[in-house]
Antibody
Framework: QEELVESGGGAVQPGGSLRLSCAAS????????MDWVRQAPGKGLEWLAF????????YYADSVKGRFTISRDNSKNTLFLQMNSLRAEDTAVYYC???????????????????WGKGTTVIVSS | SSELTQDPAVSVALGQTVRITCQGD??????ATWYQQKPGQAPLLVIY???NRPSGIPDRFSGSNSRNTASLTITGAQAEDEGDYYC???????????FGGGTKLTVL
């Protein structure tokens, strides 16, 4: 079945960096746009970034633009999120999510995310 | 504005009908997408597009739009429907996705 498994979370000091990975299985990863979404403790969902199925288009939320970079390796069925200049407010569970529709012509992210990983926890604290 | 506004909490008696709403300017032209999240779990897609349910989502869940407000209706709420519900949509000007603040549903 379709599955996403995040890894790479952990504790880091403010100003530090982490690289999250999301391993995909059970579907043709290279055909789907992918997103990162996070959830701070006790808070709601926050969309962070989108990458088109072929990696040619990326979008970022204002809160992470310039600090976070989304990328993908379609040969390894893996999505990444490079997080730099981390702040306390980046503390959250980070989810990767797959778009519902394959090979979407449009460049922009779709709000339809039908497969989610279980999340990986990032704690930014001194 | 790209914001989506949801009521923080809603309750419903077991077996009754409940409507969860989401307001925002983007909803005048785009449909809302709805997710259910239970404690300690990842979000689950329940409604997308005009009123589409992914495989496995019970038909008691339905979606609708009117002007700038989207609604998720649960007809005959069950105990297992308790959880947080989030709407989301795309801001047309920025192409960013936006989530509503979430609504905590309690089934009494």
């Amino acid at each position: 079945q379709e599955e996403l498994v995040e890894s790479g979370g952990g504790a880091v000091q403010p100003g530090g960096s982490l690289r999250l990975s999301c391993a995909a299985s059970g579907f043709s990863f290279s055909n789907y746009g992918m997103d990162w979404v996070r959830q701070a403790p006790g808070k709601g969902l926050e969309w962070l970034a989108f990458i088109r199925y072929d990696g040619t288009k990326k979008y970022y939320a204002d809160s992470v633009k310039g600090r976070f970079t989304i990328s993908r390796d379609n040969s390894k069925n893996t999505l990444f999120l490079q997080m730099n200049s981390l702040r306390a407010e980046d503390t959250a569970v980070y989810y990767c999510a797959k778009e519902l529709d394959s090979l979407r012509f449009f460049d922009w992210p779709s709000p339809h995310m039908d497969v989610w990983g279980k999340g990986t926890t990032v704690i930014v604290s001194s | 504005s790209s914001e989506l506004t949801q009521d923080p909490a809603v309750s419903v008696a077991l077996g009754q009908t409940v409507r969860i709403t989401c307001q925002g300017d983007s909803l005048r032209t785009l449909y809302a997408t709805w997710y259910q999240q239970k404690p300690g779990q990842a979000p689950l897609l329940v409604i997308y597009g005009k009123n589409n349910r992914p495989s496995g989502i019970p038909d008691r869940f339905s979606g609708s739009n009117s002007r700038n407000t989207a609604s998720l209706t649960i007809t005959g709420a069950q105990a297992e429907d308790e959880g947080d519900y989030y709407c989301n949509s795309r801001d047309i000007s920025s192409n960013h996705l936006v989530f509503g603040g979430g609504t905590k549903l309690t089934v009494l």
